[in-house]
């Protein structure tokens, strides 16, 4: 029986990940699931962000499913750090993966872009870079304060996700691209060039490209359809997948997973969105992104049958949807819980 | 008399950097010019990327007019350190200023957007954070191998480009956006955030608001008319301005100044585009960029007048061109140079 650690938090967070357990009901029948109170109403109540002897309960599970985390009421940084990037580097979940799809009845910023058109996915390095907290202050709030950021990057840390980003191109339409900034960040740049193309000699079935994280940048905009999978580092991937969202119609839609591939520990699953305190407790939250990272889940306990049946389920309640009507939230499960149930049946 | 160095460069550079001058010569009568012969040609013929004797040549004029530098032949990131990152610190360019708007008769990606809804500029700070090339690597093409980057950080650096473009949001529609990435960056985010917030209450005038970068580059591909300055560090601008590239049409009509403020040494000012090898000698570039950055040497030069008329000469350019029509370098130098003429007579 698959074990779900399952996270709430705050705001439409609640709301957003009922509806993804009534997927989760039917496309894996009889998970079981543990409720974990955690985000900024426990931060206000108790300081607490994420106890040691919470850590150890949700290491005891298959899979993390979370909703949003966080609220005005909290300092920033305070949950994003000791809550989601926590999870990351304790849980080693190495490959933060990001599907970028044009859905239809999405509306995306761009002209001339179809559902279809668009469909890539970024496998972003989820435990080095940028993002482990070294560097300091010196002279803090002083006219002489200096402040340095580190980025730490290993070949360990580069080879597997690079690896685990090939894989995917394999099983997808051949391509990767390697995003980086290797004619400036020379260092850092160098080993990601010298992973990638040393690895590349084990995928002769998938073509390769570099390119610059500016340029990167700029193609996601105006030319999206040519990517197919994109590897690279923490921060340049943080950047990009934001761009993604924008232009297959904003984080609304958005899913993505914080996966360990080699399962030692719990993967999360999330979407992209957050806590939206505006519209919270009205029951007019879309859960599309909820549901859609369950199927992420799914694909990753290895029921790629039911990941398949719950995509298609919320590409058809994307598609039925006329433009401009407001959702309700409990509604949208249903409709897509039925929908996988008869898939599955 | 103002002294101008020009550095033609390569491939299509050499070609728009002429009719740039075309511009100069009408808007800047009677302006010294001492042509500099650096880039991929010098490098692979001497060696030589740039000499210190050149340096400082280039350091007793009044700015320097850049085309573009490159070519397939020269290794990636020589020419890009040794000369255009090495003019940004050597001549203490601090201030990369992008402006970004949408021109009559450009085409952009977006769907919904007209001339004049996009018009804003990025202030990128242009020789601190992770353009300082600190760094290494360890244990070289092993298994073994680790790579660090180093952002380096000072309150000085960060207090005067931040001055920099609360001034010229001043001058503008008076809103300033900081972005940076405080919730993961907390050291430099840390102290990016404490400059700007001192520097703001000298500016009571001008609004302010702060963004996450991944945010941001979300926002200026789904509602880029709302901003007006945005002042950032230097990787965060250089990826920034490349989405502001795009959404306005891509990098063919972007122009860019490194701009010492101080006039302690010379500023650069050149088209964002590169040198385009597959198109150069045939006289079919367009050369509006490189024009476009002349005027942004005008302003520099204290000529606003004259930079006004640039920029509305360009504009009347691209408004009166048929879409899709072959467009020959040289003509469109001339035209922008005679309502220049006639703008100022
Ligand atoms: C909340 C923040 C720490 C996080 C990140 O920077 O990784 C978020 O932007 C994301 O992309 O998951
Ligand atoms: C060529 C490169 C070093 C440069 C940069 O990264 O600053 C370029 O991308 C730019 O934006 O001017």
């Given at each position: 029986m698959s074990r779900i650690a399952v996270i709430p938090g705050d705001g439409i967070g609640q709301e957003v990940i009922a509806e993804a357990q009534k997927v989760l009901a039917v496309a894996l029948p009889g998970y079981e699931s543990t409720e974990y109170d955690l985000g900024a109403r426990r931060y206000n109540r108790t300081g607490e962000v994420l106890p040691d002897s919470v850590l150890s309960e949700l290491d005891e599970h298959d899979a993390i499913l979370l909703g949003a985390i966080g609220d005005p009421s909290v300092p920033p940084g305070v949950l994003e750090r000791g809550l989601l990037l926590k999870l990351r580097f304790e849980f080693d979940q190495y490959v933060n993966l990001r599907p970028s799809r044009l859905f239809p009845g999405a509306s995306s910023p761009l002209a001339d872009v179809k559902p279809g058109d668009i469909d890539f996915v970024v496998v972003r390095e989820g435990t080095e870079g940028?993002?482990?907290?070294?560097?300091?202050?010196?002279?803090?709030?002083?006219?002489?304060?200096?402040?340095?950021?580190?980025?730490?990057?290993?070949?360990?840390?580069?080879?597997?996700?690079?690896?685990?980003?090939?894989?995917?191109?394999?099983?997808?339409?051949?391509?990767?691209?390697?995003?980086?900034?290797?004619?400036?960040?020379?260092?850092?740049?160098?080993?990601?060039?010298?992973?990638?193309?040393?690895?590349?000699?084990?995928?002769?079935?998938?073509?390769?490209?570099?390119?610059?994280?500016?340029?990167?940048?700029?193609?996601?905009?105006?030319?999206?359809?040519?990517?197919?999978?994109?590897?690279?580092?923490?921060?340049?991937?943080?950047?990009?997948?934001?761009?993604a969202a924008a232009v297959t119609g904003g984080i609304g839609l958005a899913a993505t997973g914080s996966i360990n591939p080699d399962h030692t520990h719990p993967s999360t699953f999330e979407p992209v969105h957050g806590s939206a305190p505006d519209i919270a407790g009205q029951g007019v939250a879309d859960p599309v992104a909820a549901i859609g990272?369950?199927?992420?889940?799914?694909?990753?306990?290895?029921?790629?049958?039911?990941?398949?049946?719950?995509?298609?389920?919320?590409?058809?309640e994307l598609a039925g949807r006329e433009s401009g009507a407001t959702i309700r939230t409990g509604e949208v499960g249903d409709r897509v819980a039925a929908d996988v149930a008869g898939q599955l049946s």
């Amino acid at each position: 029986m698959s074990r779900i650690a399952v996270i709430p938090g705050d705001g439409i967070g609640q709301e957003v990940i009922a509806e993804a357990q009534k997927v989760l009901a039917v496309a894996l029948p009889g998970y079981e699931s543990t409720e974990y109170d955690l985000g900024a109403r426990r931060y206000n109540r108790t300081g607490e962000v994420l106890p040691d002897s919470v850590l150890s309960e949700l290491d005891e599970h298959d899979a993390i499913l979370l909703g949003a985390i966080g609220d005005p009421s909290v300092p920033p940084g305070v949950l994003e750090r000791g809550l989601l990037l926590k999870l990351r580097f304790e849980f080693d979940q190495y490959v933060n993966l990001r599907p970028s799809r044009l859905f239809p009845g999405a509306s995306s910023p761009l002209a001339d872009v179809k559902p279809g058109d668009i469909d890539f996915v970024v496998v972003r390095e989820g435990t080095e870079g940028l993002y482990t907290g070294a560097g300091g202050n010196l002279h803090t709030g002083s006219a002489a304060e200096i402040a340095t950021e580190e980025s730490l990057n290993t070949r360990y840390g580069t080879e597997r996700v690079v690896r685990d980003a090939f894989e995917r191109a394999r099983r997808r339409r051949g391509h990767l691209t390697l995003v980086h900034k290797t004619n400036v960040l020379v260092h850092a740049g160098g080993l990601w060039k010298r992973a990638f193309d040393e690895v590349a000699v084990e995928y002769p079935d998938v073509t390769t490209e570099y390119q610059h994280v500016d340029a990167a940048a700029m193609f996601l905009v105006n030319r999206p359809h040519t990517f197919d999978v994109i590897v690279t580092d923490n921060l340049f991937g943080d950047i990009l997948t934001d761009i993604a969202a924008a232009v297959t119609g904003g984080i609304g839609l958005a899913a993505t997973g914080s996966i360990n591939p080699d399962h030692t520990h719990p993967s999360t699953f999330e979407p992209v969105h957050g806590s939206a305190p505006d519209i919270a407790g009205q029951g007019v939250a879309d859960p599309v992104a909820a549901i859609g990272s369950t199927a992420l889940l799914l694909e990753h306990l290895g029921r790629a049958d039911a990941a398949v049946a719950v995509n298609a389920a919320v590409e058809r309640e994307l598609a039925g949807r006329e433009s401009g009507a407001t959702i309700r939230t409990g509604e949208v499960g249903d409709r897509v819980a039925a929908d996988v149930a008869g898939q599955l049946s």
